[in-house]
């Protein structure tokens, strides 16, 4: 158990449905980022928040959103889906805010979709 | 913009034999880390080893081991004494420090590595 909590672990939905993947961070860690996985493809960046704000942001399309809540959960929301869309999708936490050292993220267990 | 290139798409080795999986990256940043993680078929992504650009020396975790070239701007992976459990997909990854909060991974697009008992 890595500590990084994603829910749910898998959807089956329609095209043009909408979803929600939820994440909580390991315990203590301020930042989390959001990577999607396409069959047996590399991991592309989605987008980071750093303590509720955005701070970065990768090639996450228009029909998607995500935010960062006080209690630092995160949610990446997906919507008017398309087939495309079906893929692993990965949230990882970091501590960041350390004087040195590399910036380690630890990856939950990802939520797998499928959009038929 | 930073790329990470894996141009071994697949490899396989025998049981207790050595590997080497490699892997190279552009950038013009002179502070980054590099990282290898590891995704088995459980799809769990596992930080295998990771290194800092400014460290010359190379890192080391129990039989994983890399080879940094920073001039070369290649970080290669080897695996000693391979094992059944080292069966998974290797990515290699890149970190720039850029500015505080603002750090993300980005990855190559794997090699998959077969232990063959």
């Known amino acids: 158990d890595s500590g990084v909590t994603q829910t749910p672990k898998h959807l089956i939905t329609a095209t043009g449905q909408r979803v929600t993947l939820r994440c909580s961070p390991r315990s203590g860690d301020l930042s989390v980022y959001w990577y999607q996985q396409s069959l047996d493809q590399g991991l592309q960046f989605l987008i980071q928040?750093?303590?509720?704000?955005?701070?970065a942001k990768g090639n996450i399309l228009e029909r998607f959103s995500a935010q960062q809540f006080p209690d630092l959960h995160s949610e990446l929301n997906l919507s008017s889906l398309e087939l495309g869309d079906s893929a692993l999708y990965f949230c990882?936490?970091?501590?960041?805010?350390?004087?040195?050292?590399?910036?380690?993220?630890?990856f939950g267990a990802g939520s797998r979709l499928t959009v038929l | 913009a930073q790329t990470v290139t894996q141009s071994q798409p697949e490899m396989s080795v025998q049981e207790a034999e050595t590997v080497t999986l490699s892997c190279t990256y552009d950038t013009s940043e002179n502070n980054y880390y590099l990282f290898w993680y590891k995704q088995p078929p459980s799809r769990q992504m596992i930080l295998v080893i990771r290194?800092?650009?400014?460290?010359?020396q190379n890192a080391t975790e129990n039989r994983f081991s890399v080879n940094f070239q920073k001039a070369a701007k290649s970080f290669s992976l080897k695996i000693s004494d391979s094992q059944l459990g080292d069966t998974a997909m290797y990515f290699c990854?890149?970190?720039?420090?850029?500015?505080?909060?603002?750090?993300?991974?980005?990855f190559g697009t794997g090699t998959r590595l077969t232990i063959i008992p």
């Open positions: 990854a890149f970190m720039a420090r850029i500015n505080f909060g603002n750090e993300k991974l980005t």
């Open positions: 990882a936490s970091s501590v960041l805010g350390r004087a040195s050292g590399a910036n380690v993220l630890t």
């Open positions: 290194q800092e650009a400014y460290k010359q």
């Open positions: 928040y750093y303590n509720g704000e955005e701070r």
